[in-house]
């Protein structure tokens, strides 16, 4: 009569004699990927064959400044700052039954000459959290000489075995009436910030999550809104 043997490391022969595989063993099963801003829940029950996740936290970006400077003037803004990143692998034990998954918004854009919006944090529980990006600043006023502004600093660090912050928005200069270039937003682990202008119009948008938006750029009282920054995102890869 022929025989099998199997390797215990991998497989087990359950009660019924039936050949299963080990938990822990089998590798990546599924990715559940949120996106949707606002707070939902995970529960591990729902993966009974759960052994261990990967989550990966990205907090949203900053929305840029409004603009609207007065007739033979002009005002580039600089860029919104992007989002922290973090990022754990965690065996299925340290899970709580229910963890809170929260997805940063992106920071409003500024109207007129006002500020955007600072970005919203992301977070996996309590275990795994990203800061959201500092929204762009509105603080040059309309003029025709040569004037700067500086950049925004990237989102912080948040919580995780990997964290690291968000790109800075990048500074607005202004040459003339006329000319002058809006700061770039700062990049994201998981997104690329707004592009910096040099003619007329509102700030740029981003691609991806948690990137800071580009500055807007007024000239000869035409006014121009900030942009919305990239919102955040939790992604948890599942292994068995």
Same mark, same amino acid.
């Given at each position: 009569?022929?025989?099998?043997?199997?390797?215990?490391?991998?497989?087990?022969?359950?009660?019924?004699?039936?050949?299963?595989?080990?938990?822990?063993?089998?590798?990546?099963?599924?990715?559940?990927?949120?996106?949707?801003?606002?707070?939902?829940?995970?529960?591990?029950?729902?993966?009974?064959?759960?052994?261990?996740?990967?989550?990966?936290?990205?907090?949203?970006?900053?929305?840029?400044?409004?603009?609207?400077?007065?007739?033979?003037?002009?005002?580039?803004?600089?860029?919104?700052?992007?989002?922290?990143?973090?990022?754990?692998?965690?065996?299925?034990?340290?899970?709580?039954?229910?963890?809170?998954?929260?997805?940063?918004?992106?920071?409003?854009?500024?109207?007129?000459?006002?500020?955007?919006?600072?970005?919203?944090?992301?977070?996996?529980?309590?275990?795994?959290?990203?800061?959201?990006?500092?929204?762009?600043?509105?603080?040059?006023?309309? *003029?025709?000489?040569?004037? $700067?502004?500086? &950049?925004?600093? =990237? !989102?912080?660090? %948040?919580? #995780?075995?990997? /964290?690291? +912050?968000?790109?800075?928005?990048?500074?607005?200069?202004?040459?003339?009436?006329?000319?002058?270039?809006?700061?770039?937003?700062?990049?994201?682990?998981?997104?690329? *910030?707004?592009?910096?202008? $040099?003619?007329? &119009?509102?700030? =740029? !948008?981003?691609? %991806?999550? #948690?990137?800071? /938006?580009? +500055?807007?750029?007024?000239?000869?009282?035409?006014?121009?809104?900030?942009?919305?920054?990239?919102?955040?995102?939790?992604?948890?890869?599942?292994?068995?």
């Amino acid at each position: 009569m022929a025989s099998v043997c199997a390797c215990g490391e991998y497989f087990n022969v359950s009660a019924e004699g039936e050949l299963c595989l080990n938990p822990g063993v089998m590798g990546l099963r599924e990715t559940i990927y949120f996106r949707t801003v606002g707070t939902t829940q995970f529960r591990k029950t729902d993966y009974p064959w759960l052994a261990r996740v990967k989550v990966k936290v990205q907090g949203a970006g900053g929305g840029s400044g409004g603009a609207d400077s007065d007739p033979g003037g002009s005002i580039p803004r600089p860029g919104a700052a992007a989002g922290g990143y973090s990022e754990s692998l965690l065996e299925v034990g340290e899970l709580s039954a229910v963890e809170t998954v929260v997805v940063g918004a992106g920071g409003a854009g500024g109207v007129g000459n006002n500020p955007g919006g600072d970005g919203g944090a992301s977070a996996f529980g309590g275990v795994v959290t990203a800061p959201g990006g500092q929204g762009g600043s509105a603080n040059t006023e309309s *003029g025709d000489t040569n004037v $700067t502004a500086n &950049g925004i600093s =990237g !989102g912080g660090a %948040g919580t #995780g075995q990997f /964290a690291i +912050g968000g790109g800075a928005g990048e500074g607005a200069i202004r040459i003339s009436a006329s000319q002058g270039m809006a700061g770039r937003g700062g990049d994201s682990v998981l997104g690329f *910030g707004g592009y910096g202008r $040099t003619t007329t &119009g509102p700030g =740029g !948008g981003t691609r %991806g999550w #948690g990137a800071g /938006a580009g +500055g807007a750029f007024s000239y000869n009282g035409s006014s121009q809104p900030g942009t919305v920054g990239g919102h955040g995102t939790v992604i948890v890869e599942l292994y068995g």
